[in-house]
């Protein structure tokens, strides 16, 4: 059985501050991982995918990967308000089309 | 514009009456999905298809059917509602192999 393990939360930091979600997975051949944000009653939306070991950055997100430990994250720097939402992280092996997600951390930005 | 459509949104039903969710994508996505969410529970996937004519069972089948007669399409069926199918449900498709999902804005479901 394949499982993704997030803290659900929630997760509250200061405006301003890095915000830092954590996702482990038991599946020691997954090979895709993608985080996806989801608004409160809103659809989960894509935000990163990252492939291979070590840090990906797209703007104020950074997804970090290590294989080796099975883990996942992603920070958010100078977090804002309106990154308040539920992070879902989600893993994929090679041979299955099927990600499989974790139950989501809910992250609070107080201002 | 690249989107999922799912119809209706929101739907009161009643326990027993059949009803279909629609969900339409744009993108000539292979892969197509159906997810409910539940409150701690997270996304469970209902079915999947890869292709046309070709569909699976996810985590959590049981009272559900669906089909795959168009690339574009992949409609939920409840043949026989009942209360614990009240739920958030999401459509969601993606290029072949990829994992990248889009998702519809969701339907949400109840039965009465």
């Known amino acids: 059985q394949k499982e993704v393990e997030q803290n659900s939360g929630p997760l509250s930091v200061p405006e301003g501050a890095i915000a830092s979600l954590n996702c482990t997975y038991s599946?020691?051949?997954?090979?895709?991982f993608f985080w996806y944000r989801q608004y409160s009653g809103k659809s989960p939306e894509l935000i990163m995918s990252i492939y291979s070991n070590g840090d990906k950055e797209d703007g104020r997100f950074t997804a970090q990967l290590n294989k080796a430990s099975q883990y996942v994250s992603l920070l958010i720097r100078d977090s804002q308000p309106s990154d308040s939402a539920t992070y879902l992280c989600?893993?994929?092996?090679?041979?299955?089309?099927?990600?499989?997600f974790g139950r989501g951390t809910s992250l609070i930005v107080h201002p | 514009e690249a989107q999922v459509t799912q119809n209706p949104r929101y739907l009161i039903t009643v326990t027993g009456k059949k009803l279909t969710v629609t969900c339409s994508q744009n993108?000539?996505?292979?892969?197509m999905s159906w997810y409910r969410q539940d409150p701690g529970l997270g996304l469970r996937q209902i079915y999947y298809s890869m292709n046309v004519e070709v569909t699976d069972k996810g985590d959590v089948p049981e009272g559900y059917k669906v089909s795959r007669k168009e690339k574009r399409n992949f409609p939920l069926i409840l043949e026989s509602p009942s209360p614990n199918q009240t739920s958030l449900y999401f459509c969601?498709?993606?290029?072949?192999?990829?994992?990248?999902?889009?998702f519809g804005e969701g339907s949400r479901l109840t039965v009465l």
């Open positions: 599946d020691r051949v997954s090979q895709s």
């Open positions: 969601a498709s993606s290029p072949m192999n990829t994992g990248e999902l889009f």
């Open positions: 993108m000539n996505h292979e892969y």
């Open positions: 989600a893993v994929k092996t090679g041979g299955s089309y099927i990600p499989t």
